[in-house]
C-alpha cells in the first residue's frame, strides 16, 4: 500500500528526514515512537503533501502510484488522511458542510453520484455512534471530530500525529477504540506516538523508533511496551549517524 525508500526531506534548509526507509501493507497498524525532534511529524507532512517541507530525495508511493508527484486533494482523494496534533478550526465553516464537501469530493473523484441530503445524513449518524459523538457538530472535542472526519471518509491509510496529544483517559479511550473500529483488512492505520498508554486501544502489528531523521530500530509491539519502561537511551547510545 505505502513504499517509503530512503525519503530525505528538508524546511528552510535544514535537513529533516535523512532517508527513511518504510513498508506497510493492508490490514496493517504501525507505530512510529521517537524522542522529540527526531522528524515524526514531518515524515507525516511530507507524505500529506504539506507544501512547507522539501522533499530532497527518496521516493514515495501508494496503492502504485508515485505519492510525491501528486497535489494534497489527489492525495487525500485517493484514500490518504492525515489526523493532525492541534486540528485547527476554521472560522466561518461548519462540520456538517465541511463532511459533505469531502465527501463528495472524493465520490466525484471515484466517478460516483454526490450523496443525497437523507443519505449524508443516515452516514453521519452511523459513523457518529464509533466515536460517540452525539451531539452533532456543535462544539465537541477536537480530536474526536477528526476520528469522526475519518469514519466518514474511510481512508485507505490513516496517518494519525499524536493523536492522543492532551487527551484525559476518557478521550483517550474514546478515540483510541474508534481507530480501532475503522481498522479493516483493506486500510492501514499510522499512529505517531510517544506513549504507550494509546497503543492500549491502537494494537500495532510493528513499532518503529525514528531518531534524527532516520528509522534506526523496529520491532512487534513488545518493542513500545520496552520504551515505556527504559526509554530511547538503550538505543540512542549504541546509534551512530
Not at 522529540?36 to 507524505?47: Q, R
Not at 451531539?135 to 493523536?163: V, W, Y
Not at 473500529?181 to 510493528?206: C, E, G, M
Request: proline share 3%; glycine share 10%; hydrophobic share 40%.
Amino acid at each position: 500500500m505505502l513504499s517509503v525508500k530512503n525519503l530525505r526531506a528538508q524546511v528552510a534548509g535544514k535537513e529533516i528526514l535523512k532517508g527513511i526507509d518504510l513498508e506497510v501493507k493492508a490490514g496493517e497498524v504501525h507505530a512510529i515512537m521517537g524522542p522529540n525532534g527526531s522528524g515524526k511529524s514531518t515524515l507525516a507532512s511530507v507524505l500529506a503533501g504539506n507544501e512547507k517541507f522539501t522533499v530532497t530525495g527518496g521516493e514515495a508511493t501508494f496503492l502504485g502510484q508515485d505519492l510525491l508527484s501528486l497535489p494534497i486533494e489527489e492525495r487525500a482523494c485517493m484514500g490518504l488522511f492525515l489526523g493532525f496534533q492541534y486540528p485547527v478550526e476554521i472560522p466561518g465553516v461548519s462540520m456538517a458542510n465541511f463532511m459533505k464537501m469531502a465527501v463528495n469530493e472524493q465520490r466525484k473523484f471515484r466517478g460516483e453520484k454526490p450523496l443525497a441530503p437523507a443519505e449524508f445524513l443516515k452516514l453521519v449518524r452511523e459513523k457518529s455512534a464509533i466515536v460517540e459523538l452525539n451531539e452533532g457538530f456543535s462544539g465537541g472535542e477536537k480530536k474526536r471530530n477528526e476520528i469522526f472526519q475519518m469514519a466518514m471518509l474511510e481512508p485507505k491509510l490513516a496517518i494519525l500525529d499524536e493523536t492522543d496529544s492532551g487527551l484525559d483517559i476518557d478521550a483517550l479511550r474514546i478515540v483510541g477504540t474508534g481507530v480501532t473500529k475503522l481498522h479493516r483488512s483493506d486500510n492501514a492505520t499510522i499512529v505517531i506516538t510517544h506513549y504507550q498508554r494509546l497503543l492500549d486501544y491502537i494494537v500495532p502489528d510493528f513499532v518503529h523508533v525514528l531518531y534524527k531523521g532516520r528509522i534506526i530500530y523496529s520491532g512487534d509491539r513488545s518493542l513500545a511496551l520496552k520504551l515505556e519502561k527504559e526509554g530511547y537511551d538503550w538505543l540512542i547510545n549504541d546509534y551512530k549517524e
